[in-house]
């Protein structure tokens, strides 16, 4: 069984930075692209940033500048660095990650249960 734990939301003020990470742990054979998106109160989810196997990143325009998405593949684990924050960046955070276990030759979509970032003005 995989599971995906993410950690480092809070509360911070506009201007300010929080870093999240997320580790996977588990049967894991292999991870590809690993992820973070996130969902703001009435909105639908988003991808906010995505690197892959390897270090290839991308990132929604909203972030671009302001947020680092990386990760330490001896660690299974992902990471985002946010700057200069906004309150439009109050959201639920999560952690995906498409990974290969057991016995499975495929790489399926796993993800975190969230963590809450929230931005004062």
């Known amino acids: 069984q995989v599971q995906l734990v993410e950690s480092g939301g809070g509360l911070v003020q506009a201007g300010g930075s929080l870093k999240l990470s997320c580790t996977a742990s588990?049967?894991?054979?292999?991870?590809?692209?690993m992820a973070w998106y996130r969902q703001a109160p009435g909105k639908q989810r988003e991808r906010v940033a995505v690197i892959t196997s390897g270090g290839t990143t991308n990132y929604a325009d909203s972030v671009k500048g302001r947020f680092t998405i990386s990760r330490d593949s001896a660690k299974n684990t992902v990471y985002l660095q946010m700057n200069g924050l906004k309150p439009e960046d109050l959201a639920v955070y999560y952690c995906?990650?498409?990974?290969?276990?057991?016995?499975?030759?495929?790489?399926?979509?796993?993800w975190g249960q969230g963590t809450q970032v929230t931005v004062s003005s």
């Open positions: 995906n990650a498409l990974i290969r276990s057991g016995s499975s030759s495929l790489y399926l979509p796993y």
């Open positions: 588990g049967s894991i054979d292999s991870i590809n692209d």
